[in-house]
T-cell receptor
Framework: EADIYQTPRYLVIGTGKKITLECSQT?????MYWYQQDPGMELHLIHY???????EKGDLSSESTVSRIRTEHFPLTLESARPSHTSQYLC??????????????FGPGTRLTVL | AQKVTQAQTEISVVEKEDVTLDCVYE???????LFWYKQPPSGELVFLIR??????QNEISGRYSWNFQKSTSSFNFTITASQVVDSAVYFC????????????FGQGTRLTINP
């Protein structure tokens, strides 16, 4: 089981502010992911990374950006928050190698509210 | 394209009843992986099980059991003698073997166990 951490757990912020959601994992996983989820609804992949300096956009278009400078760290940034960004953001990580070992483990999530 | 359908949006049962959550998937991959995750009210996604497409053996873990049938493209999840702590949203997910190997989630089933 992966140890994966997200901060903050809850964030209430005004429109137009710049925010960064932090995600860190201590298992040395190469692959990391960001999902967006409205409460109780399905998850949508918005960003993923297969290693340092590698980032890709997911299936759901997002105004957020990500970076992967260190293996263990995968922050997500919103340059100018809007009410439409209100959602839960879940970070996940998995091993490389594909196949049987590639199970994604999730962090506790950040619940973002933009007023 | 890959797709996961959880037709049961919400299920409500009385404690100690058995309950089955349905999951139907679509994929053209011959090798693929199926997952179940639990999301309690606290919001994190908890990994429950992974099943490979070439292993149709059913699995039992305590009160949980999973029935994988390739012939009907289903991967159903049964909780025996349900408990209040089982109340959560449950997600079924599918990942192909090739390409970006992204997880595709179903819409989730909200399970409420009443005392």
């Amino acid at each position: 089981e992966a140890d994966i951490y997200q901060t903050p757990r809850y964030l209430v912020i005004g429109t137009g502010k710049k925010i960064t959601l932090e995600c860190s994992q201590t298992m040395g996983h190469d692959k990391m992911y960001w999902y967006q989820q409205d409460p109780g609804m399905e998850l949508h992949l918005i960003h993923y990374s297969y290693g340092v300096n590698s980032t890709e956009k997911g299936d759901l278009s997002s105004e957020s950006t990500v970076s992967r400078i260190r293996t263990e760290h995968f922050p997500l940034t919103l340059e100018s928050a809007r009410p439409s960004h209100t959602s839960q953001y879940l970070c996940a990580s998995s091993e490389s190698g594909g196949g049987y070992t590639d199970t994604q483990y999730f962090g506790p999530g950040t619940r973002l509210t933009v007023l | 394209a890959q797709k996961v359908t959880q037709a049961q949006t919400e299920i409500s049962v009385v404690e100690k009843e058995d309950v089955t959550l349905d999951c139907v998937y679509e994929t053209r991959d011959t090798t693929y992986y199926l997952f179940w995750y639990k999301q309690p009210p606290s919001g994190e996604l908890v990994f429950l099980i992974r099943r490979n497409s070439f292993d149709e053996q059913n699995e039992i873990s305590g009160r949980y059991s999973w029935n994988f049938q390739k012939s009907t493209s289903s991967f159903n999840f049964t909780i025996t003698a349900s408990q209040v702590v089982d109340s959560a949203v449950y997600f079924c997910a599918l990942r192909g073997f090739q390409g970006a190997q992204k997880l595709v989630f179903g819409q989730g089933t909200r399970l409420t166990i009443n005392p």
